[in-house]
């Protein structure tokens, strides 16, 4: 159920987000708005947030958020208008996602990501080698000459 709440609430802040930037400024209509907030919701949100959020820290997880956001915008955008500033646009709603983007990923680490404890994946674990001594081996007529 945290899964839910938190893929709501990214979904929510990407439509909000993204209607002010492309659908007022740029008029994209609210139903293409409403796709791509779908699909950039669930795509971060598997990639960036539960892949690379857990692994990593909140600066890598936002960067890499950013270029998929950007990517993802770009290619929805570039084939629902006819405008020629679409490289503009995306960087311009890439960047504002990625922005939202930092606060969810606290959000997320607060809320719905395990802790480290919890997370098998995240264990420390330690391991031994066993050094000897002998790492060259002496043949018996070296001995004599010493």
């Known amino acids: 159920m945290k899964h839910v709440k938190a893929l709501l609430i990214k979904f929510i802040a990407s439509l909000v987000l993204l209607y002010i930037i492309l659908g007022l ?5 609210f139903a293409e708005v409403l796709l791509l907030s779908a699909i950039l919701g669930v ?6 947030d539960m892949l690379i959020l857990s ?11 950013f270029g998929l956001a950007w990517i993802i915008i770009y290619w929805f955008v570039d084939r629902m208008t006819f ?3 679409v490289f503009t646009i995306s960087i311009i709603a890439a960047l504002v996602v990625s922005l939202f983007e930092i606060f969810f990923h606290r959000y997320l680490a607060n809320n719905t990501l395990p802790s480290e404890g919890e997370n098998p994946a995240n264990r420390n674990i ?12 002496e043949r018996s007529d070296d001995k004599s000459k010493e």
């Open 126 to 137: 330690k391991y031994q080698t066993e050094v000897a001594e002998e790492f060259t081996v």
């Open 25 to 29: 400024m740029y008029e994209l209509t």
């Open 83 to 85: 405008n020629n500033n």
């Open 55 to 65: 692994r990593t820290n909140n600066i890598v997880a936002t960067i890499a958020d």
């Open 43 to 48: 795509a971060a949100y598997l990639i960036g």
